[in-house]
């Protein structure tokens, strides 16, 4: 009798713990007084030398004080693509690199967090290997900090998963569509030709292509002084660098992005209304420079 009441009450406070999981969109590395360039070498070392792969990196607002690493690794790659619903978005995780006051700040996207957020559902399907991905990550980087903690805010790991930041605001769910070209192929080719000639002051920072899948990714960095990176990063906090690259993902002809309202509040769940409104053109902005490069 006594083992079934512990039984029970185990249970209980396991499910008390499941629902009430908190979940932050970063963790924090540590801080170093090296050189932006001593740094990123660092973490692009110890990130090699366990088997992650890098992706690309770029200096958002095209700012030398603020920097971003993408990188992923095979195990995490090939699962998330099997997320028929934009999970291959999931594919890429950042390292943010902020120097200020001589010092340069190291963190990271939670991969708890945005796997929840973008998988839904399908987390638990493969749970085991993506709390594999983020003990490797942390292990990587503990040559780089030790401190490894969470900020950003927090969101309900449940809520996470079917995340909004108000009333009548877009969900995962309601992606923007930017094109629908005749092929996959085109869709690629035309992308990738945009890209390159670095239309609409964008740079392309990372890809990945799955072709068997029909599936692309495309992290896009909005280097227009007017209306990207460098005229909404500062009024919503450059600790949160993390965030960038914006994302196209191409799905056989379909070219779709998250929706600026969903993305960036995701990314920053502690903003303000009053903050938020100050960005108040920035998705327009984005979807604008996103969609030219479908054109």
């Given at each position: 009798m006594k083992k079934l009441i512990?039984?029970?009450?185990?249970?209980?406070?396991?499910?008390?713990?499941?629902?009430?999981?908190e979940l932050s969109p970063y963790i924090k590395v540590g801080e170093t007084s090296e050189t932006m360039q001593q740094t990123s070498d660092k973490i692009i070392k110890a990130l090699k030398d366990n088997s992650f792969t890098i992706l690309g990196s770029y200096n958002p607002s095209g700012k030398s004080s603020l920097k971003v690493i993408a990188f992923t690794n095979s195990n995490l790659k090939s699962t998330v693509v099997k997320v028929s619903d934009r999970g291959a978005l999931a594919a890429a995780m950042k390292i943010g690199l902020v120097q200020k006051n001589g010092k340069i700040t190291v963190s990271y996207t939670n991969p708890e967090y945005i796997l929840t957020a973008y998988l839904r559902n399908n987390y638990n399907t493969y749970k085991t290997t993506f709390e594999k991905f983020s003990n490797d990550?942390?292990?990587a980087l503990g040559t780089i900090g030790s401190e490894f903690t969470p900020f950003g805010g927090s969101i309900d790991?449940?809520?996470?998963?079917?995340?909004?930041?108000k009333v009548m605001m877009p969900y995962f769910t309601d992606p923007t569509e930017l094109k629908e070209f005749s092929s996959f192929e085109k869709g690629l080719e035309t992308i990738e030709a945009n890209l390159k000639a670095k239309k609409g002051s964008t740079v392309e920072v990372y890809k990945i292509v799955y072709k068997s899948e029909k599936v692309a990714v495309f992290g896009v960095g909005l280097q227009s002084t007017e209306d990207g990176e460098s005229h909404?990063?500062?009024?919503?906090?450059?600790?949160?660098?993390?965030?960038l690259p914006y994302e196209i993902i191409l799905?056989?002809?379909?070219?779709?992005?998250?929706?600026?309202?969903?993305?960036?509040?995701?990314h920053w769940p502690e903003l303000t209304m009053g903050t938020f409104m100050?960005?108040?053109?920035?998705?327009g902005d984005i979807e604008d420079t996103l969609e030219a490069l479908c054109e």
């Open positions: 512990l039984t029970i009450i185990t249970a209980f406070f396991s499910t008390i713990y499941f629902y009430g999981q990550v942390k292990s790991a449940e809520k996470l998963k079917k995340y909004h930041y909404f990063l500062p009024k919503i906090g450059e600790a949160h660098v993390a965030a799905q056989d002809k379909t070219a779709t992005m998250l929706h600026g309202k969903y993305r960036i509040a995701l100050k960005i108040m053109s920035t998705p």
